[in-house]
């Protein structure tokens, strides 16, 4: 490739004072690590938010030391998607772990592996922020001092956007409009163009609700782009799965089932629908979105659901008071941008949304992503130079652009 990529998903490791280092008595007595054996864990309150058995999005070591390769489980994942499971194992999926590095954790250290890999400019997004949003749900007030301690701490190790090369999104939790609109401010105080929401509903609301205009109208004003990433930790699917399914005596069933039922799929669904069909972009029509680390599998179906919607023959959808000006499925397509796993048809997504509208994440260094970001262009092979571009640097570019 003749230019330099635009990954819009790398990942860091956080460090142990992430949450506490400017957060106030509250959060210092809420926040705290424990200690069990060797092992170091986080309690949130008087909940354990990390450690193995604790669920599929739930963080095993929040130390990170020692930690997986880049790319260890890649291989695997390209082999479950092919149907070829007989060249995959779950068994040592994430191979020989490695000393932390300084790459993970330095933003110095991050530019200069950027550099090195032909990678000019990133999003970067949390490892264990992204799981712990929900241990907080009943409690607006601990919720954003917590997230907000977490985003001055990310404005001082990676930065919001101090240069252009790193965007780091800060998180904005939806649970309160006076909360969300308060953070969203500090964020636009600090640069950022780009900011993390989580996937779902909004803590017992649509995230299109008109509770949330006061937040939206800010959004559509200073041109930031909303990242939906792949959801972590304890959430509303968790509780609404209990109430469904989780009577089963066995404990390794639920378990399956509940990542089955309730995968990273059905977030971004959900989130789609209620925000298109909720007419949030006929209200605020400059607002974009992007689906980050949750693949691309599900468009399809989502275009297909989005123009069944309302009654079947007139398709006409009403939500707050207004109809929908625009068939569904193209509202889709104009707002919304997907960055797909690169083991999925990658080339079918870009014939279905146009090469305009999908992004490259390599979820570097994460061992389920590419053991380099520039590995990512392996699943755009039979695309045309120009589409090529555009996915590797170009869409990422444009929605940063001020």
């Given at each position: 490739?003749?230019?330099?990529?635009?990954?819009?998903?790398?990942?860091?490791?956080?460090?142990?004072?992430?949450?506490?280092?400017h957060g106030d008595e509250t959060v210092r007595r809420y926040v705290r690590w424990v200690s069990e054996g060797k092992r170091r864990h986080l309690l949130f309150g008087d909940r354990q938010a990390t450690g193995a058995g604790l669920g599929f999005n739930s963080v095993p070591n929040p130390t990170f030391e020692p930690i997986a390769q880049p790319g260890a489980f890649h291989d695997t994942l390209k082999a479950f998607e092919s149907g070829d499971q007989g060249k995959s194992t779950f068994a040592g999926r994430y191979g020989?772990?490695?000393?932390?590095?300084?790459v993970y954790q330095s933003r110095e250290e991050r530019l200069a592996a950027m550099d090195a890999q032909g990678v000019e400019k990133i999003f970067v997004f949390p490892t264990l922020g992204l799981t712990v949003e929900g241990f907080m749900a009943g409690d607006p007030e601990v919720m954003y001092k917590v997230m907000h301690a977490f985003n001055l701490w990310l404005d001082d190790d990676w930065g919001v956007n101090r240069d252009?090369?790193?965007?780091?999104?800060?998180?904005?939790p939806m649970l309160t409009v006076e909360g969300a609109v308060a953070e969203l401010e500090w964020a636009l105080s600090c640069g950022a163009r780009?900011?993390?929401i989580q996937p779902g509903p909004a803590y017992g609301r649509s995230p299109a609700d008109t509770y949330f205009d006061p937040f939206w109208a800010r959004v559509n004003e200073a041109g930031v782009l909303v990242a939906y990433h792949a959801l972590g930790g304890p959430s509303d699917y968790d509780r609404t799965f209990a109430e469904m399914y989780g009577t089963s005596s066995d404990p390794a069933y639920t378990g399956m089932l509940r990542m089955a039922v309730c995968s990273f799929e059905r977030p971004m669904m959900e989130t789609a629908q209620s925000l298109i069909l909720g007419n949030l972009f006929g209200r605020f029509p400059n607002i974009r979105a992007a689906s980050i680390e949750m693949g691309g599998t599900w468009v399809p179906y989502l275009l297909h659901a989005l123009d069944h919607?309302?009654?079947?023959?007139?398709?006409?959808?009403?939500?707050?008071g207004t109809v929908l000006a625009d068939r569904p499925s193209d509202v889709f397509k104009e707002r919304f941008y997907v960055s797909p796993f690169p083991e999925e048809d990658v080339v079918g997504l870009v014939g279905l949304l146009g090469a305009d509208h999908v992004l490259m994440g390599s979820d570097w260094p994460h061992p389920e992503g590419t053991p380099t970001p520039a590995a990512y262009a392996e699943c755009l092979v039979g695309l045309p130079e120009k589409s090529v571009?555009?996915?590797?640097?170009?869409?990422?570019?444009?929605?940063v652009a001020a």
């Amino acid at each position: 490739m003749d230019f330099q990529l635009f990954d819009a998903d790398n990942h860091y490791y956080e460090a142990p004072d992430c949450f506490t280092r400017h957060g106030d008595e509250t959060v210092r007595r809420y926040v705290r690590w424990v200690s069990e054996g060797k092992r170091r864990h986080l309690l949130f309150g008087d909940r354990q938010a990390t450690g193995a058995g604790l669920g599929f999005n739930s963080v095993p070591n929040p130390t990170f030391e020692p930690i997986a390769q880049p790319g260890a489980f890649h291989d695997t994942l390209k082999a479950f998607e092919s149907g070829d499971q007989g060249k995959s194992t779950f068994a040592g999926r994430y191979g020989d772990l490695e000393p932390l590095s300084p790459v993970y954790q330095s933003r110095e250290e991050r530019l200069a592996a950027m550099d090195a890999q032909g990678v000019e400019k990133i999003f970067v997004f949390p490892t264990l922020g992204l799981t712990v949003e929900g241990f907080m749900a009943g409690d607006p007030e601990v919720m954003y001092k917590v997230m907000h301690a977490f985003n001055l701490w990310l404005d001082d190790d990676w930065g919001v956007n101090r240069d252009g090369r790193i965007y780091a999104p800060p998180v904005v939790p939806m649970l309160t409009v006076e909360g969300a609109v308060a953070e969203l401010e500090w964020a636009l105080s600090c640069g950022a163009r780009v900011i993390s929401i989580q996937p779902g509903p909004a803590y017992g609301r649509s995230p299109a609700d008109t509770y949330f205009d006061p937040f939206w109208a800010r959004v559509n004003e200073a041109g930031v782009l909303v990242a939906y990433h792949a959801l972590g930790g304890p959430s509303d699917y968790d509780r609404t799965f209990a109430e469904m399914y989780g009577t089963s005596s066995d404990p390794a069933y639920t378990g399956m089932l509940r990542m089955a039922v309730c995968s990273f799929e059905r977030p971004m669904m959900e989130t789609a629908q209620s925000l298109i069909l909720g007419n949030l972009f006929g209200r605020f029509p400059n607002i974009r979105a992007a689906s980050i680390e949750m693949g691309g599998t599900w468009v399809p179906y989502l275009l297909h659901a989005l123009d069944h919607s309302g009654p079947l023959l007139t398709r006409k959808v009403e939500s707050f008071g207004t109809v929908l000006a625009d068939r569904p499925s193209d509202v889709f397509k104009e707002r919304f941008y997907v960055s797909p796993f690169p083991e999925e048809d990658v080339v079918g997504l870009v014939g279905l949304l146009g090469a305009d509208h999908v992004l490259m994440g390599s979820d570097w260094p994460h061992p389920e992503g590419t053991p380099t970001p520039a590995a990512y262009a392996e699943c755009l092979v039979g695309l045309p130079e120009k589409s090529v571009r555009r996915v590797m640097r170009d869409n990422a570019l444009e929605l940063v652009a001020a």
